[in-house]
């Protein structure tokens, strides 16, 4: 920082086989007082990566679910203002100088929610239910803690007043449909223990009807068509996400009936 009056951040970031995009992104963090990566024990060049980058400090820590690598991340903090970005998330050069005067000037909120602009491979992904998307990305870590109730989908909780940052996060998270359908499965699995531990039982009706309605909702209401073929990809596949979390809340409860009919 080079007011001396700014508040000291702390960059966090959770990470798993981000080789793709993590150099991209450290190279743009030299703001940050410190780079706090927390790996879920990556087989790719993620960790060498890392380690080249003097302000990093690389942890490695078994991956439960989100909301608790991300509260394990804030608590290896040193300092009290935390950025917390996905690897995939690429900061403009509007954005950083905006994060740079929010910190030397801060008097009011504990937390700022950040608009993103979604890429489909190399193109800026308009609608299809993205375009209000916002989320917490900077916020004090004293008034600040993520609901481990939420295995996925993290919900940042607040304890003071929240504010925006007017420039937008760019953030590379369909890099391509089978990456995507890959990360869809995996949410919807965690989505599906969620619910499990909430006591939600399948319904047929919803497992019938949800899936649909999100992509009705999604393509139509929410303009997805305007995107074009990508939109039908990424509509589908949001679509397919509550498909699978049916599908695994199924086989938990099952689960749970076999051993209660084994004891």
């Known amino acids: 920082m080079t007011n001396s009056n700014a508040e000291k951040l702390s960059v966090l970031i959770i990470t798993l086989n981000e080789e793709k995009h993590l150099k991209t992104l450290l190279s743009d963090l030299d703001f940050a007082d410190e780079i706090v990566i927390i790996d879920s ?3 790719d060049r993620t960790e060498i990566i890392a ?4 302000k990093v400090k690389f942890i490695q820590n078994k991956f439960e679910n989100f909301s608790v690598q991300r509260n394990f991340a804030i ?12 690897a995939d998330e690429v900061l403009t050069p509007e954005l950083k100088q905006e994060i740079i005067e929010t910190l030397q000037n801060n008097k009011t909120y504990s937390a700022y929610f950040f608009e993103r602009i979604f890429m489909f491979e190399s193109s800026v992904l308009k609608y299809s239910g993205n375009q209000t ?29 929240i504010g925006s940052l007017k420039n937008k996060l760019i953030h590379h998270s369909y ?19 969620e ?32 995107d074009g073929k990508k939109g039908i990809f990424i509509c589908y596949l949001n679509a397919y996400c509550i498909v699978i979390r049916y599908r695994e809340l199924k086989k938990l409860w099952k689960q749970d009936q076999d051993l209660i009919s084994k004891t």
Do not use: C, M, T
Request: charged share 30%.
């Open 133 to 161: 998307d916002k989320i917490f990305r900077l916020f004090d870590k004293k008034s600040a803690r993520y609901d481990e109730k939420r295995l996925v989908h993290e919900k940042l909780i607040v304890d003071g007043k």
């Open 51 to 54: 380690k080249s980058f003097p």
């Open 195 to 226: 619910k499990f531990i909430k006591k939600v039982k399948p319904s047929f009706i919803l497992k019938l009807l949800h899936p649909s309605y999100n992509f009705l909702y999604n393509y139509f209401i929410r303009l997805g068509f305007l």
């Open 75 to 86: 608590s290896q903090a040193k300092n009290d203002w935390i950025l917390f970005l996905d």
């Open 175 to 193: 890099s391509s449909y089978h990456d995507y359908k890959e990360k869809i499965i995996f949410y919807g699995k965690f989505k599906a223990q």
């Open 41 to 43: 024990f990556s087989n």
